[in-house]
Every structure is written in structure tokens, then in C-alpha cells.
């Protein structure tokens, strides 16, 4: 029995790849879209039983057959889809500029040393696209938030969130407020602090949800960082 991803670019992570189970027994699947992705359906071979009603993080399936499980993902409308593509100094003023800094690390353009913030951002309207949103593509250069604030950030999936997701650089003096879910390493401010990041003097108010289940993975939920 071998679940399989319906996506341009695979971005998901699936527990138990392929399962050999007796007629009837029951797994559990956890599929973990990365962020700026949802699940839109899932197909079930025929006579196959799928319950548990949040099938965007788990699921279960009752084995009566042979067959695949398939997932499609949609990309979500997130701030990177609306970063002010104009922005390439290192004050950040708008939710547009900060979101052309998220797009900046994923696209791997060369960034300013430092950028500050120049006054209090409001990421009400899309969900957030976390800054160095990948492992392979960190963030790595310093972010000083000047003692302004993040607000309404919300992001929806990835498996390390948060305003950051992985950080190797230096995050200062800033507040965020919002809503954080994901899987394995959800936070607030950064998701996952690498050996050479360093986060100081930072607050959260953000509510974190972490869905995984996955066993033999280390599951992390944190206010500020993971």
C-alpha cells in the first residue's frame, strides 16, 4: 500500500512511505505540506475507508486492498505573492517590503547585511510565507526590529514556522503577534535556530498549533523560538 503526492514540485512529507498491513488492520498517515501549500483532496483506491475529518495533517485508512493514496496540493495566495518587488534597501517600512525579504532568502538573492524595521507591520490580509522557509535556504544575515511589532501574522503550514522559519543569522528586538501551524517545529518568532543563529531580546504573543504525530521526529512547540 503506497501513498503517492498529485503536486508540480512534491512539496509534502509523508509518514509511512509504503505499509504492508493484513486485511483490515488500520494505519495512520501524516502528510506535512510545506509552507505556502494546503491539501485540496485526497483519492482513496476503491473500498479503502478514510476517516478523520482533518485530512490536511493525518489520516486513517483502513486496509481492504492493494492500491494509492494519493494527495493534491494547491499553493496558497501568501504575502510572497504580493512582496513589493521594488524593495532592495534595508529599512523595511511595509508588510510588502517584509515579504520581499522572505522572497529574497527563497529565491537566494544577495541580501543587505542588516534591514530594521521602521515602524510597527500588520500582515493582516494573507497568510505569511516564513522567512527562510527551508533548511537548504536560511536566513543568515541580522534582522533588527527596532522594538516595533508584528502583527496578525498567520501561517498556515511548513514543518518550521514561524515570523522565520530556520535561522542562521541574527534576529533582535521585536514583538510578534498572531497565529503559527505546522508540523514538527512550530514557534512564534523563529521556528528552528541553527548552532550559529542567534534570537535576543524578542517577544511573542502568537498562538502555535503543532499537528504532527510522527514518531522518531523530534516534534518542537514554542512561544518564542523552537
Same mark, same amino acid.
Given at each position: 500500500?503506497?501513498?503517492?503526492?498529485?503536486?508540480?514540485?512534491?512539496?509534502? %512529507?509523508?509518514?509511512?512511505? /509504503?505499509?504492508?498491513?493484513?486485511?483490515?488492520?488500520?494505519?495512520?498517515?501524516?502528510?506535512m505540506p510545506?509552507?505556502?501549500?494546503?491539501?485540496?483532496?485526497?483519492?482513496?483506491?476503491?473500498? $479503502?475507508?478514510?476517516?478523520?475529518?482533518?485530512?490536511?495533517?493525518?489520516?486513517?485508512? $483502513?486496509?481492504?486492498?492493494?492500491?494509492?493514496?494519493?494527495?493534491?496540493?494547491? $499553493?496558497?495566495?501568501?504575502?510572497?505573492?504580493?512582496?513589493?518587488?521594488?524593495?532592495?534597501?534595508?529599512?523595511?517600512?511595509?508588510?510588502?517590503?517584509?515579504?520581499?525579504?522572505?522572497?529574497?532568502?527563497?529565491?537566494?538573492? +544577495?541580501?543587505?547585511?542588516?534591514?530594521?524595521?521602521?515602524?510597527?507591520?500588520?500582515?493582516?490580509?494573507?497568510?505569511?510565507?516564513?522567512?527562510?522557509?527551508?533548511?537548504?535556504?536560511?536566513? +543568515? &544575515? %541580522?534582522?533588527?526590529?527596532?522594538?516595533?511589532?508584528?502583527?496578525? %501574522?498567520?501561517?498556515?503550514?511548513g &514543518? /518550521?514556522?514561524?515570523?522565520?522559519?530556520?535561522?542562521?543569522?541574527?534576529?533582535?528586538?521585536t514583538?510578534?503577534?498572531?497565529?503559527?501551524?505546522?508540523?514538527?517545529?512550530? +514557534?512564534?518568532?523563529?521556528g528552528?535556530?541553527?548552532?550559529?543563529?542567534?534570537?535576543?531580546?524578542?517577544?511573542?504573543?502568537?498562538?502555535?498549533?503543532?499537528?504532527?504525530?510522527?514518531?522518531?521526529?523530534?516534534?518542537?512547540? +514554542?512561544?518564542?523560538?523552537?
Open positions: 500500500y503506497t501513498p503517492s503526492v498529485v503536486t508540480a514540485d512534491g512539496v509534502v %512529507m509523508i509518514d509511512n512511505q /509504503s505499509v504492508s498491513k493484513a486485511y483490515g488492520d488500520t494505519t495512520t498517515f501524516v502528510i510545506n509552507a505556502g501549500y494546503f491539501v485540496t483532496s485526497i483519492q482513496k483506491p476503491t473500498g $479503502e475507508q478514510v476517516s478523520n475529518a482533518d485530512t490536511t495533517y493525518s489520516l486513517s485508512v $483502513e486496509h481492504k486492498t492493494n492500491g494509492t493514496l494519493s494527495v493534491t496540493l494547491q $499553493e496558497q495566495d501568501t504575502w510572497l505573492n504580493h512582496a513589493d518587488d521594488t524593495w532592495t534597501g534595508e529599512s523595511i517600512s511595509t508588510a510588502a517590503q517584509l515579504a520581499k525579504l522572505s522572497k529574497m532568502v527563497l529565491l537566494e538573492e +544577495a541580501l543587505p547585511e542588516k534591514v530594521i524595521l521602521k515602524n510597527n507591520i500588520d500582515l493582516t490580509g494573507y497568510n505569511w510565507f516564513p522567512i527562510g522557509a527551508t533548511s537548504s535556504k536560511p536566513f +543568515a &544575515t %541580522m534582522f533588527d526590529g527596532d522594538s516595533f511589532t508584528i502583527s496578525n %501574522m498567520n501561517v498556515l503550514n &514543518t /518550521s514556522v514561524g515570523l522565520f522559519g530556520y535561522n542562521n543569522g541574527r534576529v533582535y528586538n514583538k510578534v503577534g498572531g497565529t503559527a501551524t505546522g508540523c514538527q517545529v512550530v +514557534a512564534g518568532v523563529v528552528t535556530n541553527t548552532s550559529t543563529g542567534i534570537v535576543e531580546y524578542v517577544g511573542s504573543s502568537v498562538t502555535v498549533l503543532n499537528k504532527s504525530t510522527l514518531q522518531n521526529t523530534s516534534n518542537l512547540t +514554542a512561544g518564542v523560538v523552537g
